[in-house]
């Protein structure tokens, strides 16, 4: 009833009722509500601000018209970059899920893959396209390297929905330069009016082909204090003033606005880009609204931990006052003995005929009980936790919440996590370095590709050359590649021709004499089988081993030595990984480790760059 009441006069405009003062008695104390506006702590009151306040956006006097570049417009992101910019600061899991994004999408380096003719891999040509691009990866400017800037961009993109890299190009159009910048900084113009033909390189019959297509671009606009910079469009061929945004066929190249490379995540309706977790983000406002709620109650403390009951009788204000100064005093091993005296009067208006007044009950009754004992909100934290999570669809154990999980759930997640949004992400990057970045080269032999994450399981590399064996496809330099890639190793490959032979065949070669190219200094020095059974090197009769080999030259000798020695170390570190990660297995007897060479042991060249 007492809310329709309040509804009622609130229709009718009528004010409402003012309530009676009520007057304390003297000598009593005013106790405090813990949500009692007059008495907040400062220090939250200034949590409280810094979280309800509304973020200026830098670009406020600069949306729509810009003065002095006619016809052009900032667009209005549907979100304050500001406010996207502090949320993860103030969440408690949303920057563990920006992170994991990064590192485990841009985050383990890159290569160059060889993807021309078979054969070519070594000639003249592809080394010096090679060369080429790999200056132009290793080096993109002279502040960060590719991994930084990488890192740098899927940052903004987890956190804003938008990256921009700043592309220069030299005078036959191909890239030289790629820089971040800051997505916060930028805001994007609407759309020319007037398209624009561009002459793009498209593979098509088997050949890359030189097509006419027509384009209507925008303008990037940076606002950096009070000075305002334009940028093209990536792929913009007219030239465009920094300074008004106009086109102006006066500004030599040198001068002329430099381009944007603009990645974002996709949104219908918006050319912005929007974070993938902003359907969430009730659920991330709450969770920091639950640990102010949670901060207010163990900073007020607003339940005492005793309290003295008095009947009969009242306590002086000043026995109230050297109570409270007993317990507020002196702590630690100087309150073992402190002593407290409570001193209390009778009721006189309760004395008795004879003028006897009777004498006050007091009793100390601790409310420790009545304390909460924990956070409020902990489920409605855990459930937000995981809808945050879920919006990148991320495992526990990449938050560094994995406490229930075994061996084989783990590698379920990350194999699940690497299918469904890692891998993706990485190719959907792989395909504009290809297609905007390294095209401007006309590259012939080589592609960018991002590494993923190397994760593996010793048994597993053991059991796949087993199988690989048993099928008689194991060659000497598969089995050093395949070592080198699973256990991050650095051995060289064979140089001669059979270490592309399988084992079987090597082997069947040597039992009949047929000894492979490559193998003769190698067999010269290495003992037979017998010598191997025996305890000495010496024949019955106690003079040297027959062999039909020509002894080889002393520098061949110690040549093959040391790399024996090397293989048999660097099996030896092999053997000691398997048994630290599966100490509890058998180990299997592995094929010992033959010669190798400099060069990779497949047909497509594997060169690491991870920085």
Not at 313 to 333: H, N, S, W, Y
Not at 368 to 375: L, Y
Request: hydrophobic residues 35%; negative net charge.
């Amino acid at each position: 009833m007492e809310e329709v009441r309040h509804r009622t006069r609130r229709a009718l405009d009528i004010p409402p009722r003012k309530r009676k003062e009520r007057v304390r008695p003297e000598g009593t104390r005013r106790t405090f509500r813990v949500d009692d506006p007059s008495e907040e702590d400062p220090h939250i009151a200034v949590l409280k601000a810094a979280q309800s306040q509304q973020i200026d956006d830098p670009f406020r006097d600069h949306i729509g018209a810009i003065g002095e570049a006619s016809g052009l417009q900032v667009v209005e992101p549907p979100y304050n970059m500001g406010s996207l910019l502090r949320l993860p600061r103030e969440n408690n899991i949303l920057r563990q899920c920006i992170d994991a994004m990064v590192t485990n999408i841009d985050g383990h380096g890159w290569r160059l893959e060889y993807v021309g003719p078979e054969g070519q891999e070594e000639s003249p040509a592809a080394n010096d396209e090679d060369t080429t691009l790999d200056n132009l990866l290793r080096f993109p400017n002279d502040d960060h390297s590719l991994q930084e800037l990488r890192e740098r961009l899927r940052r903004d993109i987890e956190t804003t929905g938008n990256a921009y890299v700043e592309i220069g190009r030299d005078r036959k159009a191909r890239i030289v330069f790629m820089a971040h910048v800051p997505a916060h900084t930028v805001r994007m113009t609407n759309k020319d009016p007037e398209p624009v033909d561009v002459e793009v390189i498209l593979p098509r019959e088997g050949e890359a082909r030189i097509q006419r297509v027509t384009k209507t671009f925008r303008r990037f606009v940076q606002l950096i204090g009070a000075r305002r910079m334009f940028f093209k469009e990536f792929g913009d061929p007219r030239p465009i003033n920094p300074r008004t945004g106009r086109v102006d066929e006066a500004v030599g190249i040198e001068q002329e606005a430099t381009e944007l490379l603009h990645f974002r995540l996709y949104t219908p309706g918006t050319p912005y880009g929007v974070p993938r977790w902003i359907n969430q983000l009730p659920s991330i406002l709450g969770s920091r609204q639950a640990e102010l709620t949670n901060l207010d109650f163990f900073k007020e403390n607003a339940i005492p931990a005793m309290a003295l009951l008095v009947s009969g009788g009242m306590v002086p204000q000043g026995t109230i006052d050297d109570i409270e100064g007993q317990f507020l005093a002196a702590r630690g091993r100087k309150s073992f003995n402190r002593i407290l005296v409570i001193e209390a009067y009778g009721d006189e208006d309760a004395a008795s005929q004879d003028g006897t007044v009777p004498v006050p009950r007091m009793e100390i009754k601790p409310l420790r009980n009545e304390r909460q004992k924990d956070a409020l909100f902990q489920e409605y934290d855990k459930s937000n936790m995981s809808k945050v999570r879920s919006a990148f669809r991320l495992p526990p154990i990449f938050l560094g919440m994995a406490q229930e999980y075994t061996h084989a759930t783990a590698k379920t997640s990350f194999e699940v996590a690497e299918s469904q949004v890692f891998g993706p992400e990485r190719s959907s990057f792989d395909d504009t370095m290809n297609m905007k970045i390294l095209s401007t080269y006309d590259p012939q032999f080589w592609s960018f590709r991002s590494l993923p994450a190397r994760i593996s399981d010793p048994e597993d590399v053991i059991n796949a050359l087993t199988a690989f064996d048993d099928a008689g496809a194991l060659t000497p330099n598969v089995a050093i590649g395949l070592a080198n890639d699973f256990f991050d190793l650095e051995i060289p490959a064979v140089e001669a021709s059979w270490g592309d032979f399988p084992f079987d065949v090597v082997l069947s070669l040597v039992d009949k004499g047929v000894v492979p190219e490559g193998m003769e200094d190698l067999l010269s020095v290495l003992p037979s089988p017998d010598e191997l059974s025996s305890d000495d090197t010496t024949s019955d009769e106690g003079g040297p081993t027959d062999s039909t080999s020509v002894a080889p030259p002393p520098e061949a000798v110690e040549e093959v030595q040391t790399m024996i020695r090397e293989a048999l170390g660097e099996l030896s570190n092999m053997a000691h990984k398997v048994r630290g990660a599966h100490p509890d297995k058998k180990r299997r007897r592995t094929t010992p480790q033959k010669p190798r060479r400099q060069r990779s042991f497949i047909a497509v060249r594997h060169r690491s760059r991870a920085t």
